[in-house]
């Protein structure tokens, strides 16, 4: 199982959300075998859609994340229920390009920087919201935060990785997503750009050891975050 946890600051100015993903992705990858590229794409998308599935309020509602970008990976999908479950596909799953001169994949390559980042959400009315966003790099957690910042005007702090080893196995996956609520002071908002900016990459804070409630510890420190709520969630699909 994978895990997710929400938590709120006590001065109720900052909600956040921390997951470790890697049982979550290993089963996409299990399911679609797409290249490591297109894994790590698919993982993050993944992963976003679960934490934005569990903010949904409706217990039988879903979110969907689409992205269509100008890059060979094609359509990228990824659809979660409120309760943080998770399924996903790729266009075109299998894509094979150079890595980046740091030496990572290169998911804004696969996905295209060009492109819109189309959010649904369904809760059971006649239509369901439909939000979109031109992309801004096709790395998805740059995106998730544009989408955040023009669509629903709230400020948000998006981070997502996967790590996938050489036999296409993945190492491990995750994110965190923070949310600035009304009242949040210029104190604060700094403390917590600092706390990011300083915040080693999530695949090397999995990497170390940490669980969903140590990274939110860390990226919102000098803040007092108390867990809400802890999900266990899978890749899970309603189809044969």
Known sequence: MSKVIRCLTTDATVMAMAMDATDMVAEAERIHHPSAVVTAALGRL????????????????????????NGPAGTVMAVADSEGNARGYAANPVVEIPLKT??????????????????????GGAEPYVGCTPLVSGEIAEDITQYYAVSEQTPTVCALGVLVNPDLSIQCAGG???QLLPGATE???????????????????????????TIMELVLQGFDP??????DVSYKCDCS
Request: charged letters at 20%; aromatic letters at 4%; proline letters at 2%.
């Open 187 to 213: 104190q604060e908002i700094t403390m917590l750009e600092q706390n990011v900016a300083k915040a080693p990459s999530v695949t090397k804070l999995l990497q170390q050891g940490m669980d969903p409630k």
């Open 176 to 178: 965190y997503m923070i």
């Open 102 to 123: 740091n030496g990572k994949l290169d998911v804004s390559g696969a996905v295209g920087t060009q492109g819109m980042l189309y959010v649904m959400r369904d809760s």
């Open 46 to 69: 993944l992963t976003a859609s679960s934490m934005m599935g569990i903010l949904l309020k409706g217990r039988d509602d879903s979110v969907t994340l689409k992205l269509s970008g």
């Open 226 to 231: 108390q867990v809400l709520d802890e999900y």
